[in-house]
């Protein structure tokens, strides 16, 4: 398994999640996925952020996605 990045796309752009995993398909260690996280607009109740990182959520809430470089996870392409 590689190291590589992870794209992190909003789930409230669906065209833009499309686009970048058209993009980078066949990119190696690269791997797009959608923001599992739900808002508050979303969730019934109040959530708790979890997320480390806070310069992730916020370039997920201004660019729709963030892209994080590295060791922390492995990627597996089909």
Known sequence: MARGHLVIVTR????????LEETFHDVAGVLVIHDRRTTLLDAPTPTVERRRRHEVATQICVYGYAVVAQGGFDVQHP
Not at 12 to 19: A, F, G, I, V
Request: charged fraction near 25%.
């Open 12 to 19: 409230r752009d669906p065209s833009l999640y499309t686009y």
